[in-house]
């Protein structure tokens, strides 16, 4: 394993005559489609080599090992993520708008969970990114370390809610079981020590209707988290300035 700060976005480009036809986005793009299929355990140099039905020296040529196409991965999947300008809307609606779009794009590509933190994200999609994130909170009037903080408790959100998401929904998919059978198979369990836990009971049958579709709890659950940090982020903004 590489250095952490030993990133190949550090590493000038390739420049040489003699490059293969094969491209880097093209790499790029067929490991994203085997990670979505199969995570980061299904993904080999040797594995994707075969894929592309291209020897070594031109996969090599590019990407010198896993960890480097993990990172060019990573990063375009931050491409799908998009933060608006402040010029064009509100800071909520912004920061709304980013929540949304990060848990949507861990959504749809789960593995990328896995590698937050491994590496630095410091490729253009990630950078471009921050570069957004910094101009927003800086507009509503989030100062120094104050914007860090905001950004992070946002993004926080984002990953908790798409980790345990992702997580029920790759469980149901191999065991092949739809969430409202699951929700049914549960219930003799619940019913048999439903007397040991008498408020938690209480509270499943006034929500019972609700709680049939896990999917739609945690979208609610997820919503409802972003708008009270985003309360309290505004709250922040808002303080008296003797605090």
Not at 22 to 36: F, G, N, S, W
Not at 54 to 75: F, I, N, P, Q, R
Not at 102 to 117: E, K, N, T, Y
């Amino acid at each position: 394993m590489p250095d952490f700060a030993d990133s190949v976005w550090t590493r000038p480009p390739r420049t040489r005559g003699d490059q293969p036809a094969l491209t880097r986005e093209q790499i790029v793009r067929t490991a994203i489609e085997m990670l979505d299929a199969e995570g980061a355990a299904g993904l080999s140099m040797r594995r994707l080599g075969t894929r592309l039905g291209s020897g070594a020296t031109s996969l090599y040529w590019h990407v010198a090992h896993k960890d480097e196409l993990m990172e060019l991965a990573v990063d375009e999947v931050f491409s799908e993520i998009y933060v608006p300008d402040p010029a064009d809307t509100g800071w909520r609606m912004g920061a709304s708008v980013l929540a949304n779009g990060m848990r949507a794009a861990l959504m749809r590509h789960p593995w990328v969970i896995g590698q937050l933190g491994l590496r630095p994200t410091i490729g253009p999609n990630a950078m471009r990114m921050g570069n957004r994130m910094v101009a927003l909170f800086s507009a509503a009037g989030f100062t120094g370390l104050e914007v860090s903080h905001a950004a992070a408790v946002l993004q926080a959100h984002a990953v908790g809610s798409a980790t345990t998401e992702s997580a029920v929904a790759a469980s149901l998919q191999r065991s092949g079981v739809d969430p409202r059978d699951m929700a049914r198979q549960l219930e003799p369990f619940l019913e048999r020590v439903a007397g040991e836990y008498p408020d938690y009971d209480k509270w499943r049958r006034e929500t019972d209707e609700v709680n049939q579709d896990p999917y739609a709890m945690f979208q609610a659950g997820f919503a409802f988290g972003l708008e009270r940090i985003l309360d309290g982020l505004e709250l922040w903004l808002n303080r008296p300035a003797a605090e």
